[in-house]
């Protein structure tokens, strides 16, 4: 089967920069994807990595090392608006996707 | 909006009738996910299609549910037969085939049972 682990709540201030990590379990592993949601709307689509390394766009981030089976978003710059719910998601036998429970990301003038 | 809707946005049903979700989604994602999400939880897999196929089916999905895309294009999920614990958020999103990992999701179906 496949597992993800998240940390459940994270708080910052405006401003500052922080890191939501995600471990995994899984066979058949393609890549790991990040999703937003805020309260009452759908998942959107952040970062997506499908090799090991950095991938930057704008003010996030996204990490992966595979041998380490182990990932993290970085959210820079925290804005009120980035207070949410943060999803990674592990992507396996090419065209299945495993959603964690999620991280509420609660920003803070 | 990314362009994906779904329809209606709530719907409550007693228990043991049936329930018809429709997902348009964006006209050139030839891909179709639909994924259901309980409060506090990520979206969980139900069911897929590459154009008008179904490609795959969780396991855990029970039998009361199917699911078609008859043209490649728009997709129904219906429930039959509905319980208690089928109450949870439907959301359904499109894909390109190349790019299945940016998945664009539709705002939702709340499904209530009573």
């Known amino acids: 089967g496949q597992s993800l682990e998240q940390p459940s709540e994270v708080t910052a201030v405006e401003g500052a920069i922080v890191q939501i990590n995600c471990t995994y379990q899984t066979s058949g592993f393609y890549g790991l994807s990040w999703y937003q949601q805020h309260d009452g709307g759908a998942p959107t689509f952040l970062s997506y990595n499908g090799l090991d390394g950095l991938e930057e766009t704008g003010r996030f981030s996204s990490f992966l090392s595979r041998s380490d089976s182990y990932g993290y978003l970085l959210l820079q710059e925290l804005q009120m608006k980035d207070s949410a719910s943060y999803f990674c998601a592990v992507q396996y036998n090419f065209n299945k996707f495993y959603f964690g429970s999620g991280t509420k990301l609660n920003v803070k003038p | 909006d990314t362009g994906v809707s779904q329809d209606p946005r709530h719907k409550i049903t007693k228990r043991g009738q049936n329930v018809t979700f429709r997902c348009d989604p964006i006209?050139?994602?030839?891909?179709l996910y639909w994924y259901r999400q309980t409060l506090g939880q990520g979206p969980e897999f139900l069911t897929y299609f590459q154009n008008e196929a179904q490609l795959e089916k969780s396991r855990l999905l029970s039998d009361r549910f199917s699911a078609e895309r008859p043209k490649g294009s728009f997709s129904t999920l219906e429930i039959q037969r509905t319980e208690q614990g089928d109450s949870a958020m439907y959301l359904c999103a499109s894909t390109l085939r190349d790019r299945d990992y940016e998945q664009y999701f539709g705002p939702g179906t709340r499904l209530t049972v009573t």
């Open positions: 006209s050139e994602h030839n891909r």
